[in-house]
Nanobody, 124 residues
Framework: EVQLVESGGGLVQAGGSLSLSCVAS????????IGWFRQAPGKEREGVSC???????????YYADSVKGRFTMSRDNAKNTLYLQMNNLKPEDTALYYC??????????????WGQGTQVTVSS
């Protein structure tokens, strides 16, 4: 059974940092794209970052323009754990953050399993 469990969210002041974790189980971690998404109230879900979601170099990482230079995604294949280090947080980063498993790798991948999410709130 595929499971994704996020943790690490919380309340932080603007300019602060948080580190999210996503522990995955039930699949071979390195065989699939895996990504972080977020959804703020009243807004559509958006992709934040992903690994293995672009054609070409295996393990290449993608970041949304809104988080480039501030967020860093990494993974520990031995622990089946995905991380998202978020620095210089802004109020507009406030959202429910999810990790998700891709159906494969590459640009055309879709996401078929989602965690329950962890709330990040950034106060101004």
């Amino acid at each position: 059974e595929v499971q994704l469990v996020e943790s690490g969210g919380g309340l932080v002041q603007a300019g602060g940092s948080l580190s999210l974790s996503c522990v995955a189980s039930g699949f071979t971690f390195d065989d699939y794209a895996i990504g972080w998404f977020r959804q703020a109230p009243g807004k559509e879900r958006e992709g934040v970052s992903c690994i293995g979601c672009k054609d070409g170099i295996k393990g290449s990482t993608y970041y949304a323009d809104s988080v480039k230079g501030r967020f860093t995604m990494s993974r520990d294949n031995a622990k089946n754990t995905l991380y998202l280090q978020m620095n210089n947080l802004k109020p507009e980063d406030t959202a429910l953050y999810y990790c998700a498993k891709g159906t494969g790798r590459g640009t055309s991948t879709e996401y078929d399993y989602w965690g329950q999410g962890t709330q990040v709130t950034v106060s101004s």
